[in-house]
């Protein structure tokens, strides 16, 4: 019988062990970052924390996708809290409707009767808030009407000029009343988004 001949390893050649295909990536991981990136808080958090766990416990790939699952669902967390608790978001107003303390409020929350100071304007003079107070307080200005500017294609200032000039409630007010309005830059099908502020100082 024919011995087969064993080959030899040449020096200098170290072997490598073979354990098997790389281990795949760990699917909660993978979750959480998709859950992460499209806020869907709960879910990139609590599938963040089990990713991470699985990685620290089997060597899975995955762990850098387990902390972007959880930074981003705390990044939203932080962008939705702070979108629903600005000043203005809603207006704390009393059982007649009234303001009772002094409080910031987008121009879109002002009402007929409102009283109010003004806030610091935008970089390009647009105003997107006011300052609402009690009219027993000094103020800047009282709210007279807020029409609706129609769906036509006059420009927003000069309709929003003719709406308060020609508005009821300005016949109603002093021969001498400061007139003054906000109007809308653009306006839309929405109706809050062609409201005109009338307002006399």
């Known amino acids: ?37 499209v806020a869907l808080v709960p879910l990139g958090l609590g599938f963040g924390l089990a990713g991470l766990v699985q990685t620290t ?3 899975q790939r995955g762990r850098g996708l387990a902390v972007l699952g959880i930074v981003a669902s705390v990044v939203w967390s932080s962008v939705l809290y702070s979108m629903f608790t600005l000043p203005g978001m809603t207006v704390d107003r009393n059982a007649d409707g009234g303001v009772d303390k002094a409080q910031y409020a987008s121009v879109f929350d002002v009402h007929t009767g409102d009283c109010f100071t003004w806030a610091p304007t935008q ?7 006011v300052r609402l107070v009690p009219c027993t307080q000094t103020h800047d200005a009282q709210v007279y009407d807020t029409p609706v500017l129609p769906l ?8 929003a000029k003719d ?14 009343a400061n007139l003054g309005f906000i109007y809308p830059q653009n306006t839309s099908f929405a109706k809050d ?6 307002y006399t100082t």
Do not use: F, K, Y
Request: glycine content about 8%; charged content about 20%; overall charge positive.
């Open 163 to 176: 709406a308060c000039t020609t508005s009821p409630a300005a016949h109603a007010l002093p021969a001498d």
């Open 193 to 198: 988004t062609r409201r005109v502020i009338c």
């Open 123 to 129: 970089p390009d003079d647009s105003v997107q808030m």
């Open 57 to 59: 416990r089997s060597g």
């Open 152 to 159: 036509t294609g006059a420009q927003p200032e000069a309709a």
């Open 1 to 37: 019988m024919q011995q087969q001949q064993q080959r030899g390893v040449p020096a200098g050649t170290a072997r490598v062990r073979d354990d098997g295909p790389p281990m795949e990536t760990n699917r909660w991981s993978r979750w959480a970052a998709i859950c992460g990136v």
